[in-house]
């Protein structure tokens, strides 16, 4: 092996030659300049740069390893220039600036590239790991700014490994503090995976001083060429958090694209979009002049089959949206108890009505779309609001749909869902909620009928008891047509019992009887022996036969208890029985012989016909 330095080394080392050996190597300096290449031919030996200052690597030159990790350590700030390169096949590499965590160390990589085929990718600071952010400094780099993470027309490619990028803008104080971006991606820079690698992006927004610049967390620049972020079946999750310093900046947000395209898309893997900030900031901004392809390659080549989920307190959709996949969509506020607006409802994070359409930034194709969360607080549906998938709004606090409002969707046989924690307020009339096809339905969760506010919405069905969203999805609600669902448990009763006339057959349903505590109510039927069991109890009595006479009436009844369905609480009563009362016969076609009068009532009858005789009596 080679060791150039030793680990007190505060020196400046500069790499003026090419170096090959094959076996590990490792450098120790302040500021370390690799101004030829550096390479290891062993199997699997490593080449580590520790620094104390700044570790640079010159334009087109390379670290290079045969299935070895590569390690770029520093205190401080790290240097990729223009077609320098790091290549370590399956091993890993890790840049790791400001790894003493004092707060002053950023990675700026510009037309630099980091290549694996399996090995991870570790972009970071804060320990010699690079598992914290690599953080801006006070001091002026890269294009006059205080990133934590710079990439700039840069490609990440880790071949089927795990990337991890962590960047904090600088935080400290300073009177000229401008860019203060946790992650900048630049121009044509593209990150990207295969097979079940990950791609995960943290970055975190510092102070900014000027006004024509801002510090988001993690920002998008795109004016000559798109940048590119993608996977084969592994997640892609970005974090982006706006800057805690509102001193001054043209935006405060968490996630921005501040000019231009950007891609970020999978062939299956999910896909998770966070904007963090504070109530004055914008989660997830795609202005004027930029375009987001998100869940879809912009040539329309690649849509993932993955679920994509944005999460954000609010959202700025004034540029172009292409969001599409197969599988489920997910907004979301970030922040607990955040209220939440669908069309013109009123709340903190308002979705508007023509953002569903289909054709504007939502696309076509979803599997479901779910509109907030179990802990997203009141949600308020206003206005006309169409979708072309299937559609949940979802909330932890109370669900109202404002009068005026209607939900609809033209999903083949899809549904519409609202599922309230709390109340379900329907201040709307005639039919509010809308499915097309035969199986087209909707479905209310919510926590129990005497609280909530129908109106009109009647779903001439039974409802479902002990369901709530989290543990019945309306993909798994058995039973078809609208249908109101509550989180309690009702208690039923199985009674059994009948009168009939002689020569009447009974069956079981003629005999059995369930009294319920649902309630009435005009919007829901109460249960029947189909909706409380999958398979109904066995009745035996000798009544329910047609030849079961009137002399041992009343007959006792027994029965073998049914299978009861999920979400009933069945008791059975002490059976009754089957009491037999006599058929009523008739006769016609009956003569009476004429006679003299004798004072008496007595007449003679002939022939005539004995009519409701049963059971060859």
Same mark, same amino acid.
């Given at each position: 092996?080679?060791?150039?330095?030793?680990?007190?080394?505060?020196?400046?080392?500069?790499?003026?030659?090419?170096?090959?050996?094959?076996?590990?190597?490792?450098?120790?300096?302040?500021?370390?300049?690799?101004?030829?290449?550096?390479?290891?031919?062993?199997?699997?030996?490593?080449?580590?740069?520790?620094?104390?200052?700044? $570790?640079?690597?010159?334009?087109?030159?390379?670290?290079?390893?045969?299935?070895?990790?590569?390690?770029?350590?520093?205190?401080?700030?790290?240097?990729?220039?223009?077609?320098?390169?790091?290549?370590?096949?399956?091993?890993?590499?890790?840049?790791?600036?400001?790894?003493?965590?004092?707060?002053?160390?950023?990675?700026?990589?510009?037309?630099?590239?980091?290549?694996?085929?399996?090995?991870?990718?570790?972009?970071?600071?804060?320990?010699?790991?690079?598992?914290?952010?690599?953080?801006?400094?006070?001091?002026?780099?890269?294009?006059?700014?205080?990133?934590?993470?710079?990439?700039?027309?840069?490609?990440?490619?880790?071949?089927?490994?795990?990337?991890? $990028?962590?960047?904090?803008?600088?935080?400290?104080?300073?009177?000229?503090?401008?860019?203060?971006?946790?992650?900048?991606?630049?121009?044509?820079?593209?990150?990207?995976?295969?097979?079940?690698?990950?791609?995960?992006?943290?970055?975190?927004?510092?102070?900014?001083?000027?006004?024509?610049?801002?510090?988001?967390?993690?920002?998008?620049?795109?004016?000559?060429?798109?940048?590119? $972020?993608?996977?084969?079946?592994?997640?892609?999750?970005?974090?982006?958090?706006?800057?805690?310093?509102?001193?001054?900046?043209?935006?405060?947000?968490?996630?921005?694209?501040?000019?231009?395209?950007?891609?970020?898309?999978?062939?299956?893997?999910?896909?998770?979009?966070?904007?963090?900030?504070?109530?004055?900031?914008?989660?997830?901004?795609?202005?004027?002049?930029?375009?987001?392809?998100?869940?879809?390659?912009?040539?329309?080549?690649?849509?993932?089959?993955?679920?994509?989920?944005?999460?954000?307190?609010?959202?700025?959709?004034?540029?172009?949206?292409?969001?599409?996949?197969?599988?489920?969509?997910?907004?979301?506020?970030?922040?607990?108890?955040?209220?939440?607006?669908?069309?013109?409802?009123?709340?903190?994070?308002?979705?508007?009505?023509?953002?569903?359409?289909?054709?504007?930034?939502?696309?076509?194709?979803?599997?479901?779309? $779910?509109?907030?969360?179990?802990?997203?607080?009141?949600?308020?549906?206003?206005?006309?609001?169409?979708?072309?998938?299937?559609?949940?709004?979802?909330?932890?606090?109370?669900?109202?749909?404002?009068?005026?409002?209607?939900?609809?969707?033209?999903?083949?046989?899809?549904?519409?869902?609202?599922?309230?924690?709390?109340?379900?307020?329907?201040?709307?009339?005639?039919?509010?909620?809308?499915?097309?096809?035969?199986?087209?339905?909707?479905?209310?969760?919510?926590?129990?009928?005497?609280?909530?506010?129908?109106?009109?919405?009647?779903?001439?069905?039974?409802?479902?008891?002990?369901?709530?969203?989290?543990?019945?999805?309306?993909?798994?609600?058995?039973?078809?047509?609208?249908?109101?669902?509550?989180?309690?448990?009702?208690?039923?009763?199985?009674?059994?019992?009948?009168?009939?006339?002689?020569?009447?057959?009974?069956?079981?349903?003629?005999?059995?009887?369930?009294?319920?505590?649902?309630?009435?109510?005009?919007?829901?039927?109460?249960?029947?022996?189909?909706?409380?069991?999958?398979?109904?109890?066995?009745?035996?009595?000798?009544?329910?036969?047609?030849?079961?006479?009137?002399?041992?009436?009343?007959?006792?009844?027994?029965?073998?208890?049914?299978?009861?369905?999920?979400?009933?609480?069945?008791?059975?009563?002490?059976?009754?029985?089957?009491?037999?009362?006599?058929?009523?016969?008739?006769?016609?076609?009956?003569?009476?012989?004429?006679?003299?009068?004798?004072?008496?009532?007595?007449?003679?009858?002939?022939?005539?016909?004995?009519?409701?005789?049963?059971?060859?009596?």
């Amino acid at each position: 092996g080679l060791t150039i330095g030793k680990s007190t080394n505060t020196a400046t080392i500069t790499l003026g030659g090419a170096t090959s050996i094959a076996g590990p190597i490792t450098v120790y300096g302040g500021n370390i300049n690799l101004n030829q290449n550096l390479t290891s031919t062993g199997i699997g030996s490593a080449i580590q740069l520790i620094g104390s200052n700044t $570790i640079t690597l010159a334009a087109s030159k390379a670290i290079t390893t045969n299935n070895g990790n590569i390690s770029l350590v520093t205190k401080g700030d790290i240097f990729g220039n223009a077609s320098a390169s790091v290549s370590s096949g399956r091993g890993h590499i890790v840049l790791a600036a400001d790894s003493d965590g004092t707060g002053a160390g950023a990675i700026g990589l510009t037309g630099t590239s980091l290549t694996t085929t399996g090995g991870n990718i570790t972009l970071g600071g804060g320990n010699a790991l690079g598992t914290g952010y690599a953080e801006g400094s006070g001091t002026v780099f890269a294009d006059a700014t205080h990133r934590g993470v710079w990439l700039q027309t840069s490609t990440l490619n880790a071949g089927g490994g795990n990337i991890s $990028i962590k960047g904090k803008g600088w935080q400290g104080a300073g009177s000229a503090v401008l860019y203060s971006i946790g992650v900048d991606i630049v121009t044509g820079t593209t990150i990207q995976t295969s097979g079940a690698g990950t791609i995960t992006m943290d970055g975190v927004g510092g102070v900014n001083t000027d006004n024509n610049s801002h510090s988001a967390g993690i920002n998008f620049y795109a004016p000559s060429a798109s940048n590119n $972020i993608f996977s084969g079946s592994g997640a892609i999750s970005l974090t982006g958090t706006a800057s805690p310093s509102l001193l001054s900046g043209r935006v405060h947000a968490g996630v921005v694209l501040d000019f231009g395209p950007t891609q970020i898309y999978s062939t299956s893997g999910a896909i998770t979009l966070r904007g963090v900030g504070t109530s004055s900031d914008t989660g997830i901004q795609v202005p004027v002049n930029s375009t987001l392809y998100l869940g879809r390659k912009s040539d329309g080549s690649v849509t993932t089959s993955g679920n994509v989920r944005l999460v954000a307190n609010s959202f700025n959709w004034s540029g172009t949206g292409v969001v599409a996949g197969t599988g489920s969509l997910t907004i979301e506020p970030d922040t607990a108890g955040t209220t939440m607006g669908v069309g013109s409802g009123a709340g903190t994070l308002n979705l508007a009505n023509n953002l569903f359409s289909g054709t504007s930034v939502f696309k076509d194709g979803f599997s479901s779309i $779910i509109l907030g969360s179990a802990s997203t607080g009141n949600l308020t549906v206003g206005g006309a609001n169409s979708f072309v998938d299937n559609v949940s709004m979802v909330t932890g606090g109370n669900l109202t749909l404002a009068s005026g409002a209607t939900v609809a969707t033209t999903q083949a046989s899809g549904y519409i869902a609202l599922a309230a924690t709390g109340n379900f307020i329907n201040n709307a009339t005639g039919t509010p909620l809308s499915a097309t096809g035969t199986s087209g339905r909707w479905l209310v969760y919510s926590n129990a009928p005497s609280t909530d506010t129908f109106g009109t919405l009647d779903s001439a069905n039974a409802p479902v008891w002990n369901a709530t969203y989290a543990n019945m999805a309306p993909s798994a609600v058995a039973v078809t047509g609208n249908r109101y669902l509550f989180t309690g448990t009702p208690s039923v009763t199985v009674t059994a019992s009948a009168t009939k006339v002689y020569g009447t057959a009974l069956t079981a349903t003629d005999v059995l009887g369930l009294s319920s505590s649902a309630g009435g109510s005009s919007v829901y039927t109460l249960p029947t022996l189909d909706d409380v069991f999958s398979v109904s109890p066995v009745v035996t009595s000798a009544g329910l036969a047609a030849t079961a006479g009137v002399t041992d009436s009343p007959y006792a009844i027994s029965f073998t208890q049914g299978t009861t369905r999920a979400g009933y609480n069945v008791t059975y009563a002490t059976p009754g029985t089957i009491t037999v009362t006599p058929k009523t016969l008739t006769v016609t076609g009956t003569t009476v012989s004429n006679k003299v009068y004798d004072g008496t009532l007595a007449a003679v009858l002939s022939g005539g016909t004995l009519n409701g005789v049963v059971n060859n009596d």
